[in-house]
């Protein structure tokens, strides 16, 4: 079924449920706002990678970009001393777009399994270098991230302050990514992953159609990482691991290709269910997410956000 | 000191490590064209069960040369239960979809069984170093190496061997090129399709359980070591060509000698140089060295 | 005289031994309807796949309004006022046939690029309503193409070929698998509509009934090599056409 029930304006629903996370620092304790925007920061890499899974490409290496934006802010912070976020998040967006401008010239000619072993290579990549460039990046301890400020202002409680730019971002990019889903180049995507003989003699380019994607999905995942840079504090070559990487395909495929809004519930519901099982029982978590992976991969392909819409909606 | 033969002799080791995991892998891929995420878990299973049985069954000492045919009976193990299993439970209902979902499927398998892995074994390391002192020290060129790698390059190349006389040589081998060629056409032929692709699997798992196994008395046996293996692996078949299991060989041969070499002239990119080769195959090459290219017929 | 649009001069293509087309010369001109009639394996929509850039000839030219397109890919050629249907429809199976129409008229109003403005717009539905219309699967709009059947699939290929408002339009076999029912009112609503376009058509055709209705011109393929060329009554009534094509003796 093509995914035609994108539009571009918000479901009210969405905008309810924004004005509820917005008021919850009001109710819930700290802890359980930091995980909040830190499953939205995660939800934009999602989002990243879920444009490229409507074309049939699978990303495993999206961590790539992920590690891209933690680090351009872990730099800035710790090497430069600058931890201002209108500085350092579009520097992020900026650096993680042109390094998917570039890679993405030499992965668009790929698709399938070579597509996601690429990827999943060039982050490995990045992986390697962060780890033995001790001087310049921290090797294994990584770099700390202190000295956050908004607009010239240090502010006393900086958690709180992150929460609502977090939340602030995710509305601009679940709008830019509504957009462009809705728009001919997201539907080409689409049609890419179907048939790219067609869209050749439709006179389109099924590599450029990928490559904007692409360079979309580089950038939001890049924002996503510099967000989550100040959330924790830390950046570590971890974020650039494969593993990293397989969360996101993870919570991606669980959440479908469907709507914009799935990566973000997704990752919220990633986020919490992993705290509270790691607490409970740290050897069973992996088994239990890919028990779950299966579970959707048998019986409901296109993730488990289509179960829930279509539970809701009428019968017709 | 004379670096040449120490690029050499580590390079083969490394190659001949990668190998069997490789090989696996990538006939795996030509018969189900499955990319096995999990692979680098049935590694692991097999240097854990090859530990175990060591540890149970050879004594404190761990003497003498039962304990290689131990090991050689854990990779057996794994391939002849395991392998089925998975083939069986959670592959066959992926065949015939979009090759992203069998990755999926595989990757959510690797899920399972780290923990898997974890629950049974524990998190503390296995040390069984018995066969490793069997074979003491080497001099070669002036230079003193440990034995014990050779010995699994010997199995690297045993494995290969007996690989290719499968493949060529036998009629389970011919079967199993038919259907790699082309499947429904197989099945058109007569052949038995699922029990081939139980078999390739059990196959690949077995050289998957047995590379694990014989690295076992190496290195300590701990969780994740099938994560680090796993992407090496990838690297490999990628440079090799998905489904050649020549192309796999090369491929090992080229990245274990590149990393010697890193690792004694520039110490710091003996990581990334494996990832960087791949990179520079696929660009120059996009399907690999032996790999094949499909063209649509409209 | 009319301008000439496509000339093919001295194509081969080879797979391995066999010449698939054999030194095929033909010249077709602007406004011409076209029929091109053999069996399997004759090399009609190998020829076709030449023309239109999925395959390159071995060796030979071939021109397209006086542009050498010898070895151009399928977007260049689209591009220069080419389209084309297939044999096995090409579409986006996963997709409704609402998304591939108006994914279609997006491409061709170059709109292709374009990632910020919706594809749902009133003047592309409204377009895209009416060329379902016109082929009459205006009902099926919201159908996903994979549960269409394959007549439908087949129209709706020819319809993607059309919303690009060609020069030339090739189609391979556009009735094959079209119900006998609306074979014609398909190719009733198509042919009439291309002539008064001008539009100059080739279509590979099996059917010696659609040929004959429908194209001027017939060109009879046989072992790679064009055996008779001309109106297309003279071309069907030809003894050694009727034995190549149906076996007649």
């Known amino acids: ?316 | 000191m004379n670096i040449l033969p120490i690029i050499l002799i580590d390079g083969i080791t490394f190659a001949s490590w990668l190998f069997l995991v490789s090989a696996g892998i990538t006939f795996i891929f030509g018969v189900l064209r499955i990319l096995n995420v999990a692979h680098g878990s049935l590694y692991a299973i097999g240097a854990y069960l090859g530990a175990t049985f060591i540890l149970q069954f050879a004594g404190q000492e761990q003497h003498g040369w039962v304990t290689l045919l131990l090991l050689l009976l854990a990779a057996t193990v794994v391939g002849l239960t395991l392998g089925p299993l998975i083939e069986r439970l959670f592959l066959r209902r992926v065949y015939g979809e979009d090759e992203v979902i069998g990755l999926l499927t595989t990757f959510a398998l690797f899920l399972i069984l780290e923990d898997v892995v974890r629950l049974i074994w524990g998190i503390e390391p296995y040390l069984v170093e018995g066969p490793f002192r069997l074979f003491g020290r080497v001099r070669i060129a002036g230079i003193a190496f440990a034995g014990y790698p050779f010995l699994l390059t010997i199995v690297a190349i045993v494995a290969g061997l007996l690989l290719w006389f499968v493949i060529y040589h036998t009629s389970f081998g011919r079967q199993v090129t038919c259907v790699i060629n082309d499947r429904e056409m197989a099945g058109a032929l007569g052949i038995n399709v699922p029990r081939i692709d139980l078999m390739a699997f059990a196959l690949g798992t077995f050289l998957a359980a047995l590379g694990g196994a014989f690295t076992a008395p190496m290195m300590s046996v701990e969780p994740g070591m099938g994560v680090s293996v796993i992407v090496l692996a990838f690297a490999v078949v990628g440079i090799g060509g998905l489904g050649s299991i020549g192309g796999a060989a090369l491929g090992c041969i080229i990245v274990g000698i590149a990393r010697a070499a890193a690792v004694q002239l520039f110490p710091e990119i003996e990581l990334f140089v494996i990832y960087a080769l791949m990179v520079a195959v696929l660009l120059w090459r996009p399907q690999g060295l032996f790999g094949a290219i499909e063209l649509r017929k409209i | 005289m009319t301008a000439t649009m496509i000339e093919v001069q001295n194509v081969s293509r080879a797979f391995d031994m066999l010449r698939a087309v054999d030194d095929v010369s033909l010249s077709v001109g602007e406004g011409e309807i076209v029929g091109i009639i053999g069996t399997n394996g004759s090399g009609k929509t190998t020829l076709l796949n030449l023309i239109t850039g999925y395959l390159q000839p071995t060796s030979g030219r071939i021109v397209f309004q006086g542009t050498d397109i010898t070895g151009l890919g399928p977007r260049r050629i689209t591009a220069l006022g080419m389209a084309r249907s297939f044999q096995t429809p090409q579409l986006y199976t996963g997709l409704t046939v609402l998304d591939n129409v108006l994914i279609a008229i997006a491409a061709h109003s170059g709109r292709g690029a374009d990632f910020w403005m919706p594809m749902y717009r009133r003047d592309c539905l409204s377009e895209a309503d009416e060329l379902l219309a016109r082929f009459g699967l205006r009902d099926q709009a919201t159908a996903t193409v994979s549960n269409l059947p394959e007549g439908g699939r087949k129209v709706l290929d020819v319809a993607l070929s059309v919303v690009l408002e060609p020069k030339i339009l090739l189609m391979d076999e556009p009735t094959s698998g079209v119900s006998a029912r609306d074979k014609f009112s398909v190719m009733d609503t198509l042919m009439p509509a291309l002539k008064e376009r001008r539009v100059t058509t080739i279509f590979v055709e099996h059917d010696l009934e659609i040929m004959e209705r429908y194209a001027e011109r017939g060109v009879a393929f046989d072992g790679g090599k064009i055996i008779a060329d001309g109106p297309v009554t003279d071309v069907l009534a030809r003894l050694q056409v009727r034995r190549a094509v149906l076996g007649e003796d």
């Open chain 1, 1 to 316: 079924m093509s995914e035609t029930a994108i539009r571009p304006s918000l479901p009210l629903a969405a905008i309810a449920a924004f004005a509820v996370i917005a008021v919850l620092p009001l109710f819930l304790s700290d802890w359980i706002v930091f995980l909040i925007a830190l499953a939205l920061a995660k939800g934009a890499v999602v989002l990243g990678v879920v444009l490229l899974l409507r074309g049939g490409l699978i990303s495993f290496g999206h961590a790539l970009y992920f590690a891209i934006g933690a680090y351009t802010v872990g730099f800035l912070a710790n090497r430069f001393g600058i931890g201002e976020a209108l500085v350092a998040l579009p520097l992020a967006i900026i650096i993680s777009a042109l390094v998917a401008a570039t890679l993405g010239l030499l992965l668009t000619r790929f698709r399938g399994i070579y597509f996601a072993m690429l990827s999943l290579a060039l982050s490995m990549i990045l992986y390697t270098v962060l780890i033995k460039f001790y001087d310049l990046t921290g090797g294994t301890d990584g770099l700390s991230v202190r000295g956050f400020a908004l607009a010239g202002v240090t502010p006393t409680h900086p958690a709180l302050v992150q929460y609502y730019l977090v939340l602030v971002l995710t509305v601009a990019v679940v709008y830019v990514g509504a957009r462009f889903l809705a728009s001919p180049l997201g539907y080409l995507m689409q049609a890419v992953r179907y048939n790219e003989i067609r869209i050749e003699y439709l006179g389109a380019s099924a590599s450029r159609a990928i490559l904007a994607s692409y360079v979309v999905s580089g950038a939001i995942s890049g924002l996503g990482g510099a967000l989550v840079a100040y959330l924790i504090g830390h950046v570590s070559p971890e974020l650039a691991f494969w593993v990293s990487s397989g969360d996101f395909v993870f919570v991606a495929v669980l959440g479908g290709t469907g709507s914009v809004l799935a990566p973000f519930v997704g990752s919220i519901a990633f986020e919490f269910v992993k705290n509270y099982a790691l607490k409970f029982s740290p050897h069973t978590w992996k088994l239990t997410l890919g028990v779950f992976l299966l579970l959707v991969i048998y019986f409901q392909p296109q993730g488990l956000w289509t179960l829930l819409t279509r539970l809701r909606a009428k019968p017709r």
